[in-house]
């Protein structure tokens, strides 16, 4: 029974390198969604994506920050040129349709050096 | 004005009593709402969905949604420690999900 699935868990990056966080949706699931959590703080939506499809990125940062869910394989969050304010947790969320229930992944931990 | 409103709490409860906690938000076309149970260190956790007026039990747990007030609650019963986590409540409007920032919750042995 695979869940949703994130990897790698633990990513440190020096400024100025990519990060590319990577999310298999659970089984079954087309609607993927990534989120960011820094420290005591709560979870801020970025990206709400379909299959070859972005159609929510209102919360994303418009530089820097790129996502996309190909036909085949995981959904990609790529973070270009890291910066110390990037270092946070980043969830993926799946869910079967756009209105219902998100089961979240593990997360990745970013930490920018 | 934020999407969803929790209180940071921290709250604190004894074990084997009932632990209240309260969610507002904002948009009145909001759809579906859902409680997460987070635990430090970790990535959050279903523990509830509501999407009509009234309550929902589940176990221990229950949901009490008032869309005339735009209010939603999670109560727990015969709270142990193990509940000791962050519960955070979500909105769905139906473009997008909305989270509070979560409500700290300390289950005292």
């Known amino acids: 029974n695979a869940g949703v699935m994130q990897n790698p868990r633990h990513l440190v990056r020096r400024r100025g390198q990519e990060a590319r966080l990577r999310c298999s949706p659970m089984?079954?699931?087309?609607?993927v969604y990534w989120y960011r959590q820094l420290p005591e703080e709560g979870l801020k939506f970025m990206v709400y994506?379909?299959?070859?499809?972005?159609?929510?990125e209102s919360g994303m940062p418009k530089e820097r920050f790129s996502a996309e869910f190909p036909k085949e394989g995981p959904s990609i969050l790529r973070i270009q040129q890291v910066v110390r304010g990037d270092s946070a947790a980043y969830f993926c969320?799946?869910?079967?349709?756009?209105?219902?229930?998100?089961?979240f992944g593990p997360g990745t931990r970013l930490l920018v050096l | 004005q934020k999407e969803v409103e929790q209180n940071s709490g921290p709250l604190s409860v004894p074990e084997g009593a009932i632990a209240s906690l309260n969610c507002t938000y904002s948009?009145?076309?909001?759809?579906?709402f859902f409680w997460y149970r987070q635990y430090s260190g970790k990535s959050p956790e279903l523990i509830m969905f509501?999407?009509?007026?009234g309550d929902k039990e589940d176990g221990r747990f229950t949901a009490q949604l008032n869309k005339a007030s735009q209010y939603v609650s999670l109560l727990i019963r015969d709270s142990q420690p193990s509940d000791s986590a962050t519960y955070l409540c979500?909105?769905?409007?139906?473009?997008?999900?909305?989270f509070g920032t979560g409500t700290s919750l300390t289950v005292i042995p």
């Open positions: 089984k079954g699931h087309s609607h």
């Open positions: 979500a909105v769905n409007t139906g473009n997008q999900f909305y």
């Open positions: 509501i999407y009509s007026n």
């Open positions: 969320a799946s869910s079967a349709a756009d209105r219902e229930t998100q089961y």
């Open positions: 948009d009145r076309g909001s759809q579906s």
């Open positions: 994506l379909q299959k070859e499809n972005i159609i929510d």
